[in-house]
């Protein structure tokens, strides 16, 4: 059920109306982990996430995903909340669980089905359906015989783009192949606060060339299946600053920072080589420079579109100490020679993290660039930001610090883009708010919440946020197009 929120919601305020070029498409984000629940139905197979969500301390509250927002048993409901917010696109994944149990093999007939009716109700509803085919639900099988530190994983994740490309290759708009490979890396592999909870720290790399390489892989795999729809990849971008510029350490860790969050994942997709670290930093990339040609190639498969997921800019300071990371307490951040600095300069979310909107426009400078030439369209995949969103008695939920977030955000980046602005060049062509709705939120549980949707996860009960009604209106607010 849904609550009633036409209520009166205020959804104008300080924050900047956003001009957006005719044909710029607006949507909303999620990921089935997240939202799906539904663990065990379906003939859906476990995945590393639910083994690592059942591990006593890994997620805060001992929260687990098995019910989620319940959208596996909601479809309906969530479609006509996509339908009433008036959005152009929706992203969603695809749970690897649900279509190859096993992690290979033949499609189970089920999880297909899940999906192929998703896509025809948001198609029947006007949107376009945009699928990623990895936001980190690895099945539990290839977990176990080494996750991402095994190439094998990669050939496997090939041969799943096939099987869905074959599946909704005629249907579906944009594909993203990998989301986010930086944070399965740093933060499932490196520092072992996501699944599958290694502490590997700058072993984890052979993780990033192989999600990388899967990348590539799915690429071929989807073209070979003629899909219709165009194809890209997801990075998280966050740009990075040193805390002390005058300060050669701060200076050359930021430097580290910035090539294993950002240009280790995006230089070989767009450029086909691997960053070069200088003077001590040199041989840190070793496990990645020692990658074959051959691979690079697969990875640097031409594509249709980049998608660029922004929340916040990271500043580094030299010396260790400090355990926090954007996405919780990682023990193993203590024995890294840097550490993040804080803002305090800016307000910050519910979980922390800056609201630096200027930087939006600094992280889409630095695509242009690094990349001119090379960049294809961009779209924003990701945007948000979490607050402790309440229902008030009234039935409303005022978030305006979203609104203000995701206004100031968008306003921010299309200014960059536009023609004299600071990243003119960069062909951004969308956005995508996350998050649709409230969910599971990895390590953090039900503790933050991302949603335009408010989750009341007792009931289920969805209540459309003030963010929801701000965005409608700017959907409603374009001109028509004949
Ligand atoms: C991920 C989402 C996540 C969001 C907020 C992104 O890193 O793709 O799954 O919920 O950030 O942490």
Redesign the pocket.
């Known amino acids: 059920m849904t609550a009633d929120s036409t209520l009166s919601v205020q959804t104008e305020g300080p924050w900047p109306v956003p001009v957006l070029p005719e044909g710029f498409s607006l949507g909303a984000a999620t ?1 089935a982990y ?1 939202i799906e629940g539904g663990t065990r139905d379906g003939g859906r197979g476990p995945s590393g996430w639910d083994a690592f969500a059942a591990l006593p301390g890994s997620i805060l509250n001992g929260d687990t995903a098995d019910v989620a927002c319940d959208h596996y048993h909601r479809v309906p409901e969530d479609v006509a909340l996509l339908k009433d917010l008036g959005v152009d696109a929706y992203r969603f994944s695809v749970a690897w669980p649900r279509i190859q149990p096993e992690g290979s093999g033949p499609a189970n007939a089920a999880g297909l089905a899940f999906y192929d009716r998703l896509v025809d109700d948001l198609l029947a509803a006007g949107i376009a359906p945009m699928a990623t085919l990895y ?1 980190w639900d690895t099945p539990l099988p290839l977990e176990h015989s080494g996750g991402w530190l095994n190439r094998a994983t990669a050939e496997r994740f090939g041969e799943f783009a096939a099987v869905v490309g074959d599946a909704l290759g005629d249907r579906i708009d944009k594909w993203v192949t990998v ?2 490979p930086a ?1 399965v890396t740093l933060n499932g592999y490196g520092l072992g606060i996501h699944a599958p909870g290694k502490e590997l720290l700058f072993d984890a790399l052979p993780a990033a060339h192989h999600q990388l390489l899967a990348h590539g892989l799915a690429v071929q795999a989807l073209r070979a299946a003629s899909v219709a729809g165009g194809i890209g990849i997801t990075n ?1 971008h966050s740009p990075v600053s040193p805390a002390d510029p005058s300060s050669p350490a701060d200076v050359l860790y930021a430097e580290l920072f910035d090539a294993v969050h950002n240009r280790i994942f995006a230089d070989p997709v767009l450029l086909g080589r691997y960053p070069q670290l200088p003077g001590e930093l040199a041989g840190m990339l070793d496990a990645l420079h020692a990658a074959p040609q051959t691979d690079l190639d697969v990875i640097s498969e031409p594509l249709d579109f980049y998608g660029l ?1 922004y ?1 916040a800019p990271t500043r580094i300071a030299a010396g260790s100490g400090a355990e926090s990371s954007p ?1 919780g307490i990682a023990a193993a951040m203590a024995a890294l020679p840097f550490r993040l600095a804080d803002w305090p300069e800016y307000p910050t979310t519910g979980f922390g993290w800056p609201v630096a909107p200027e930087h939006f426009g600094t992280a889409l400078e630095q695509m242009r660039d690094r990349y001119a030439g090379h960049l294809p369209p961009v779209y924003i995949t ?1 945007n948000g930001a979490s607050f402790p969103d309440e229902v008030a008695d009234s039935g409303v939920v005022q978030d305006h610090r979203r609104v203000d977030f995701l206004a100031r955000h968008l306003h921010s980046a299309l200014e960059a883009v536009k023609p004299g602005g600071r990243a003119e060049g960069v062909d951004l062509r969308g956005w995508f708010a ?2 649709l709705m409230d969910n599971f ?2 390590a953090a549980g039900y503790s933050q919440r ?1 949603g335009l949707v408010h989750v009341d996860f007792d009931t289920l009960v969805r209540t459309p946020k003030a963010s929801y009604h701000w965005l409608r209106g700017l959907i409603r607010s374009r001109p028509r197009t004949p």
């Open positions: 990921a997240q936001h989301n986010e944070t998280v997921n929340y996405d990701e996350w998050s939120e990895w991302f």
